[in-house]
């Protein structure tokens, strides 16, 4: 099958540093694929030249057959590319719906503020934050927070979503939620590139991983092959942990 969303020998250069270095790897329709490595290691770094934040310093990115290396944030909401921030910053006078819905607005919705609020409103409900529309943003628990940055994202109906470390900081019950949320998601066709530092949560969504390390990547496998890859190992897990996550199957 074709990739919804493929980087062909993508890097970046920050002055001398290189944070990602010639990056390739497809996103196949629907997958739920995790992206690991320590800190550091590029994985925002890739989200952003993904979604337009930062240019590429070389490579492309091939969105539905399009080269959208160049394009600018709002253009990637606009075709159906969405991410969430790692560090949550809702607009904290707007209300919780007026933060979905300037979401909506920015993917485009069509129709304007009323069809982006009705849009908002859809994804709040789905996030369990129906109920708190109308509070404002920064009465928001984190958790909370969280739910409304992937309901923002969502209202932007995204064909493919790349969540930034959309656990940290949650316990391991609304973690629990979080990843239903996420599997329900994936219900709907989205593809979803998941950064996450838990192991045992990246293991227990994704069908497939792909390893960063200094910018390179290092890995592409199913969850099995991955922990038992000897530069993972080294690289990222340490060997106990990798023997305390080796995976069946
Ligand atoms: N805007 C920037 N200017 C200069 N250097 C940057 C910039 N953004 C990232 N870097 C550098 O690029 C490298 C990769 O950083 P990045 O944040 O992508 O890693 P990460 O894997 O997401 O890390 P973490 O897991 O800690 O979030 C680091 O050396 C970082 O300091």
Known sequence: MTAILELKNVSKNFGGVSAVSNVSFGLKQGEIVG?????????????????????????????KGEDVGSQKPFQAARRGLARTFQIVQPFPEMTVLENVSAGAVFGGA???????????????????????????ASSLSLPNRKRL??????????????????????????????????????????????????????LSVSERLLVLHHGELIADGTPKQVVEDQRVIEAYLGAKFAERYKVAG
């Open 110 to 136: 069509a129709g304007g503020i009323a069809a982006g609020q009705e849009a908002a409103q859809a994804e709040l409900d789905f996030v369990g934050l129906g109920h708190v529309a109308n509070e404002p």
């Open 149 to 202: 940055e992937l309901a923002k994202s969502l209202a932007m109906k995204p064909s493919v979503l790349l969540l930034d470390e959309v656990n940290a900081g949650l316990n391991a019950s609304e973690i629990d939620d979080a990843l239903k949320l996420i599997e329900q998601i994936s219900g709907r066709g989205v593809t979803i590139l998941i950064i996450e530092h838990l192991m045992k949560v990246v």
């Open 35 to 63: 992206l690991i490595g320590p800190n550091g290691a590029g994985k925002t770094t890739l989200v952003n030249l993904v979604t337009g934040v930062h240019s590429l310093s070389d490579g492309q990115v091939i969105f």
